[in-house]
């Protein structure tokens, strides 16, 4: 999630340096061909082009409108995640009777879901955004899109992150102790009935949040949206310098007489101009459909993870706590 008030152009340029080459080229060509070479058969009215231009910004409004409900839908579960772990770790303290192993033991293996959790849904897959090389170095370096669930073995006991190494959803059997450890505090008379079934709820709200993150992560943005929205704009971001001609040259001409240079300079500006617009409209759309990916718009789950552990192991009295996640480029992953 980027932080910063305001995107540096440092980073725009690099999503979007090889589209303003493209487009400086094209252009350019396509003018040059049109005034100095008289190939004025490649001029068409500008008409048709504003009509697709109409339809592909509604097309693209709508992939963003519904690319953005899901990022924040994601948000909103993580949030619950956030505020739930919180009542559990009370729960744990408040209903485990005079047992200290049993309350660390609960609220470190919660820990240890939260970051089995994040890595499982961090994980890529076909339908994963690929961006340019420059874009892929970045990330690369801050080492956050496929992370590798490190330090289980200083929140779990050594048996149980045995058992863990070969299940194919670690986050699941996680919970899935957790219910197993109450069954065994209640036979040890440490908590209630009602004690338990009311920490089982918390757990029930656990997996509630997990699936809802993995319906996001497993269900990919419809491709006839996303698809065809990338088709569309790049049909209307190559027929657009065609339509510029003859408009720049009917308006300078008559203003001005000959002003070559001006008039191919306005038109190879204004196309570059538009056209980075409207690919950047398509692109922001396409960076929001997948909110777990590591990226730059996506939810910074490794925070919040961290956020959560601080909180829990303040509760616990714990002096010796983690620091804070740090951006890094002004990304907060």
């Given amino acids: 999630m980027y932080i910063k008030r305001n995107i540096s152009w440092t980073l725009i340029l690099r999503f979007g340096w090889k589209n303003l ?4 080229l094209y252009a350019s060509l396509i003018f040059l061909l049109y005034h100095y070479w008289d190939w004025k058969h490649i001029d068409i009215p500008f008409q048709p082009i504003s009509v697709i231009g109409i339809a592909v910004a509604f097309y693209v409004g709508f992939k963003n409108s519904q690319s953005y409900d899901r990022f924040w839908e994601a948000r909103k579960i993580w949030g619950g995640i956030v505020n739930y772990s919180r ?29 089995a959790l994040r890595v499982q849904l961090r994980q890529p897959t076909s ?9 892929e170095r970045l990330f690369d370096r801050h080492g956050e899109r496929n992370p590798v669930c490190m330090g289980m073995d200083q929140l779990l006991r050594p048996e149980e992150v045995d058992d863990l190494e070969n299940r194919r959803n670690v986050a699941t059997h996680l919970v ?51 698809y065809f929205s990338t088709i569309f704009t790049w049909i209307f971001l190559l027929l657009l310098p065609l339509g510029l001609l003859n408009v720049f040259e009917k308006q300078l001409t008559a203003l001005e007489g000959d002003n070559s240079w001006w008039y ?14 409207f690919s950047t409209m398509e692109k922001v759309g396409s960076n929001s459909e997948d909110p777990f990916e590591g990226r730059i718009n996506d939810v910074p789950m490794t925070a919040l993870c961290r956020t959560i552990e601080i909180d829990l192991r303040d509760m616990l009295d714990e002096t010796d706590l983690p620091e804070k996640v740090n951006p890094k480029h002004n990304i907060l992953y």
């Avoid at 191919?264 to 617009?277: D, N, R, Y």
């Fill in 264 to 277: 191919i300079g306005l038109m190879i500006f204004f196309s570059i101009l538009i056209s980075w617009i």
């Fill in 127 to 135: 339908f994963s955004i690929k961006e340019n090389r420059a874009v």
């Fill in 176 to 226: 899935k102790n957790q219910g197993a450890h109450l069954k065994q505090l209640l036979e040890k008379q440490k908590i209630t009935e009602f004690d338990k079934l009311l920490m089982h709820h918390s757990l029930e709200e656990f997996y509630n949040l997990q699936g809802k993150c993995e319906r996001i992560k497993n269900t990919p943005f419809p491709r006839q949206y996303a």
């Fill in 87 to 115: 009542t559990w770790a009370n729960q744990v303290l408040s209903l485990v009777k005079e047992d200290r192993d049993a309350q660390v033991t609960l609220i470190y293996r919660h820990i240890a879901w939260l970051n």
């Fill in 21 to 24: 080459i493209f487009f400086t």
